[in-house]
């Protein structure tokens, strides 16, 4: 009888091999786009998955100013922002925010996404942001990566 083997990774064996993803926004839904990001940063798309070690990839983002959202959201989303000091809230729609700010609106999404606490502030500085087509990072040889869960590359 044979029995399957499993392998359980620690943050000491350095065994993370992490690989860079760059994705086109042009014409995705926010939310949808958000989740793919998530789930390679996390790196749930690898069968080495441990879920306390930080096993993911970097994601490149590049036209951040050209994705959508659909339906009644951009008119009544709201993003929160408070100073610290009494009375401070600052709100913004989303129609405002992605606007003048759409890196923003896309991080605030991938951090809904990871989990809270010091691994996932670790995860989500593997995501780079750029509102145009142009980024710094051709000398890391980013792979295009698909929004979509089943066009994988």
Known sequence: ?????????TKEAGEAQREWYVI???????????????????????PTYTPNVDMGDFVIVLNAGQVKLTGTKPDKKVYHHHTLFPGGLKTRLAKDVLATD???AIREAVWGMLPKGPLGRRILKKLKI????????????PRPLDPKLDKQN
């Open 102 to 104: 759409p890196e923003r």
């Open 130 to 141: 750029y509102r145009g087509a142009q980024h710094e990072h051709a000398a890391q040889k």
């Open 1 to 9: 009888m044979t029995t399957q083997k499993s392998s359980w990774l």
């Open 24 to 46: 086109d926004a042009t014409g995705y839904t926010l939310g949808r786009l958000t989740s793919r990001i998530a789930l390679v940063l996390r790196g749930k798309h690898k």
